[in-house]
C-alpha cells in the first residue's frame, strides 16, 4: 500500500527496499554475497532473497553459479536510453524558473570551461533594475560567487576554497560589479562531481538582512534538489551545500 510522506508523494516500502538493494552497489562494488547485501541493507536474509527473486525476474540483479550478486543487464539498458535522451537544460532551466519566481531576482548556471566560467542557462527577473547577462558569456573564475565555487569544487586549493567547500556556498558582495551581490551553491553528480554552479545575482541593498538569507536558503535548498535530479546521493546527514 502507498503511504503518504506528507508532502505530497507517496512511498511504496517494497519498491523503496528493492531500490535500496540496487543502491547497496553505488559505491562501485561489483559483486556481493547474500551477507554483504544484508549488512548494506539492514533486510532480513528472507526479505532480502524476497525482493532479489523480483529484481532477477526483470534482469535488475543477477546472481551467479558462485552465489555472488551483480547488477543485471536491464540496468544497463535503461542507462543508454537515459544517455541518449539526458538533456541538462530540462533539468536546470525549471529550477533557474523557480528561483527566479521565489525571490524576483536573475538566476543563472554556470560551468567552468578551462579558467574561465560560462554562463549556462540564465533566467532574467521581471525588475526593471536587474543585473544581465546573456547565455554563452564567459566570465573570470577569481572573481564573483559562480567562479568561487566553481574553483572550490573543483579541487583548487586555498583557504578561501577550503572555507568554500566546508560551507557549500559562496556570497559575493561587490566584488565584480560593485553595486552587485550574488550567492552561489555547487550542483553535484553521481559520484560527487561539479556539474555546475547555481548562482542568483541582484543589487547589494536587495540582499542585505532577512532578504538575503532567505536567497541564501532558496538557492541552497534548489541546488541540492537538483544535484538529486541528477543522480547525487548525500551520505546520511550530508547535504550538497
Partial sequence: MGKDTGSGMQKVEAVERA???????????????????????????????????????????????????RLG?????????????????TYVRPVLAHLTEQLDETSTFYVRQGNHRV???????????????????????????GGHVLCAFTGEPGDLYDQVRAQ?????????????????????????????????????ERFDGDAGQEALREIRLQAQKLSEQLGYRAHPGQAVG
Fill in 168 to 204: 557549500g556556498y559562496y556570497i559575493s558582495r561587490g566584488e565584480r560589479d560593485r553595486t552587485s551581490s550574488a550567492i552561489a551553491a555547487p550542483v553535484l553528480g553521481p559520484k560527487g562531481e561539479l556539474i555546475g554552479a547555481l548562482s542568483v545575482v541582484g543589487l547589494l
Fill in 119 to 145: 554562463c549556462l542557462y540564465r533566467h532574467h527577473a521581471r525588475r526593471m533594475l536587474r543585473h544581465h547577462l546573456e547565455e554563452g558569456a564567459m566570465l573570470p573564475l577569481d572573481s564573483g560567487a
Fill in 73 to 89: 543487464p536491464s540496468l544497463w539498458r535503461l542507462g543508454v536510453i537515459f544517455h541518449n535522451s539526458y538533456r541538462l537544460e
Fill in 19 to 69: 531500490l535500496d538493494i540496487l543502491e547497496a552497489f553505488a559505491d562501485g562494488t561489483e559483486k556481493l554475497t547474500l551477507k554483504e547485501l544484508t549488512e548494506r541493507t539492514g533486510f532480513y536474509r528472507s526479505t532480502l532473497l524476497r525482493l532479489a527473486a523480483s529484481l532477477e525476474r526483470y534482469a535488475y540483479l543477477h546472481r551467479d553459479e558462485e552465489g555472488y550478486f
